[in-house]
T-cell receptor, first 118, second 111 residues
Framework: DAMVIQNPRYQVTQFGKPVTLSCSQT?????MYWYQQKSSQAPKLLFH???????NEADTPDNFQSRRPNTSFCFLDIRSPGLGDAAMYLC?????????????????FGAGTRLSVL | GQQLNQSPQSMFIQEGEDVSMNCTSS?????WLWYKQDPGEGPVLLIA???AGELTSNGRLTAQFGITRKDSFLNISASIPSDVGIYFC???????????WGAGTKLIIKP
């Protein structure tokens, strides 16, 4: 059974039209990540949450925002998508804080959302 | 900043051949992870390494954490068609830092 679930798997939006991607997890992990991945490149970290603490990467555009209403869910909001934002968006989770898994530094990924911008 | 050099960038092999790829770093890592990504899917963890010199197997896959803690390799023995995909190495200095990713090795199996 999938442990990190991303919806939708495919999203088409129009240039400038806001879009929200969602991620949910059944692992009860404290840390959640959003990555952007373009055409066979390595994933690029956009931001992450340690519990409710939001951590933005320095080079993440302001156009990208995130919300984490509870442990299980995290959202990626793209306020005004441009053509250059077409990519695969990956959500990942990791355990943190007093659990055996934390020492393993393993990130578990969802299947991704492929975003197209027309 | 820290960089990971992953090679080769791509490999064209015959079914049944062995495969080897590696990653080198300018920094010392305490964790090396190897992921595989199929087209249109998220990365899936293959092997995790935590100690210098550690050699770990997962079926036909074997990975090692280099003695210098700046490199790691992944070997695949007797490749099969489902091995096709992109293999990423990822390293971490410690748990307070994010993963640093290699550029990936694309494995293609010739019919």
């Amino acid at each position: 059974d999938a442990m990190v679930i991303q919806n939708p798997r495919y999203q088409v939006t129009q240039f400038g039209k806001p879009v929200t991607l969602s991620c949910s997890q059944t692992l009860n992990h404290n840390v959640m990540y959003w990555y952007q991945q373009k055409s066979s490149q390595a994933p690029k970290l956009l931001f992450h949450y340690y519990d409710k603490d939001f951590n933005n990467e320095a080079d993440t555009p302001d156009n990208f925002q995130s919300r984490r209403p509870n442990t299980s869910f995290c959202f990626l909001d793209i306020r005004s998508p441009g053509l250059g934002d077409a990519a695969m968006y990956l959500c990942a989770t990791r355990a943190r804080g007093g659990r055996a898994e934390v020492a393993k530094n393993i990130q578990y990924f969802g299947a991704g959302t492929r975003l197209s911008v027309l | 900043g820290q960089q990971l050099n992953q090679s080769p960038q791509s490999m064209f092999i015959q079914e049944g051949e062995d495969v080897s790829m590696n990653c080198t770093s300018s920094s010392i890592f305490n964790t090396w992870l190897w992921y595989k990504q199929d087209p249109g899917e998220g990365p899936v963890l293959l092997i995790a390494l935590y100690k210098a010199g550690e050699l770990t197997s997962n079926g036909r896959l074997t990975a090692q954490f280099g003695i210098t803690r700046k490199d790691s390799f992944l070997n695949i023995s007797a490749s099969i068609p489902s091995d096709v995909g992109i293999y990423f190495c990822a390293g971490q200095i410690d748990s307070n830092y994010q993963l640093i990713w290699g550029a990936g090795t694309k494995l293609i199996i010739k019919p």
